[in-house]
């Protein structure tokens, strides 16, 4: 996705957001700006190493990672250097690298980013960022407040997709399909990255709305259960590099994770 502002920006794209949601449904969350046709062409070839699943009666390509040392992944900005993902991979001997939270405008973190310890930025209020990634203590969390205690990394995005095993109820408008990202939390405190994309491009995807959903289901195909899971930025804004799979932004990442 292209930088966003939280809500003045969302009102300016024309999006209309549900502040009255029913408790236990997640809010409308703001649609990606830009167009996979404005985006680079995708390669056949990275398609066919993907695996897909039927959702809908839509097929989508998706790959996933597990993180099996957590004491090995880091959470890094990239908002002032810029670089491109390749960079970024060489820069820091990364293994694995997927693209972390949203910028605003100004090019700086959408609301709550912690470091390796150190703050970045606050977090913000927002029905639309809700959710909180974080490591402590050799310990992942992904929830619908910020932990109070010392951290390795924290990171706000959002919306929130499954929270107590439940895929919520996303209430869209001007939903449109774009690469998703996704951080998801097993039972076993095991972390997974997870990236779905379209049957004809990499830069195309789910709509919004139905990624809880799929991301559910894509837990079961992978035989696993989430127990909680995050949308990450994703679109043009988002990357996703393993031993056997590069997907490449078009817009650069603000934040990153790497593990090496």
């Not at 099996?68 to 992944?73: A, E, F, K, V």
């Not at 990255?193 to 079961?220: H, N």
Request: charged fraction near 10%.
């Amino acid at each position: 996705m292209k930088p966003l502002l939280v809500i003045l920006t969302v009102l300016a794209l024309g999006l209309t957001v549900n502040f009255f949601a029913k408790p236990g449904v997640a809010p409308a969350v703001p649609s990606p700006a830009s167009s996979p046709a404005s985006s680079p062409a995708s390669s056949p070839l990275v398609l066919d190493q993907m695996p897909t699943i039927q959702f809908q009666n839509k097929t989508y390509h998706y790959a996933y990672v597990v993180i099996d040392d957590l004491s090995r992944l880091k959470l890094l900005p990239n908002h002032d250097s810029r670089i491109s993902s390749a960079a970024i991979i060489q820069t820091n001997h990364c293994q694995i690298l997927v693209n972390a939270g949203f910028y605003d405008q100004t090019d700086q973190p959408l609301g709550w980013l912690v470091s390796q310890g150190k703050a970045l930025s606050k977090p913000i209020s927002s029905s639309l960022f809700n959710g909180f990634l974080s490591l402590a203590a050799g310990q992942a969390g992904i929830s619908a407040v910020i932990p109070e205690t010392k951290l390795d990394f924290g990171l706000q995005s959002g919306p929130l997709l499954i929270l107590n095993q439940k895929p919520l109820l996303l209430k869209i408008q001007n939903d449109q399909p774009r690469r998703r990202v996704v951080a998801a939390l097993t039972g076993s405190n095991q972390l997974i990255f997870l990236v779905i994309v379209g049957s004809d491009s990499t830069y195309s995807g789910p709509m919004l709305a139905d990624t809880p959903a799929l991301v559910a289901k894509l837990g079961k195909t992978i035989n696993q259960s989430f127990v909680s899971s995050l949308n990450l930025d994703g679109g043009s804004a988002s990357a996703f590099y393993t031993d056997s799979l590069y997907l490449k932004e078009y817009s650069y990442i603000g934040s990153f994770f790497c593990y090496n």
